[in-house]
Nanobody
Framework: QVQLVESGGGLVQAGGSLRLSCAAS????????MGWFRQAPGKEREFVAA????????YYADSVKGRFTISRDNTKKTVYLQMNSLKPEDTAVYYC????????????????WGQGTQVTVSS
């Protein structure tokens, strides 16, 4: 069982930065692929980024490539999402998720989810 708790969301102006954190419980965190997803009002949840268990493989949605960076610290059982050059269209609730298998962008293939953190980017 893995519990995930996101933090770091907030209100920021366009062009600004935020760093999201996702703290995990459970002894097997280092074996999980971790992902970040987001859901804007009236829209479906979408994949943002993912990182392999070792941190050696990173994956990004085209919409955030070059602006967002995913990373993890297995000693702290935490995954991060550094978001730079934020745009109003990045406004959403951001969720972290964990899965015991290899990378996928499909949210339904993730086993555990956090409660989400709101990110609002003003123009």
């Amino acid at each position: 069982q893995v519990q995930l708790v996101e933090s770091g969301g907030g209100l920021v102006q366009a062009g600004g930065s935020l760093r999201l954190s996702c703290a995990a419980s459970g002894r097997t965190f280092s074996s999980y692929t971790m992902g970040w997803f987001r859901q804007a009002p009236g829209k479906e949840r979408e994949f943002v980024a993912a990182i392999s268990w070792s941190g050696g493989s990173l994956y990004y949605a085209d919409s955030v490539k070059g602006r967002f960076t995913i990373s993890r610290d297995n000693t702290k059982k935490t995954v991060y999402l550094q978001m730079n050059s934020l745009k109003p269209e990045d406004t959403a609730v951001y969720y972290c998720a964990a899965r015991s298998g290899s990378y996928t962008y499909r949210g339904y293939e993730y086993d555990y989810w956090g409660q989400g953190t709101q990110v609002t980017v003003s123009s």
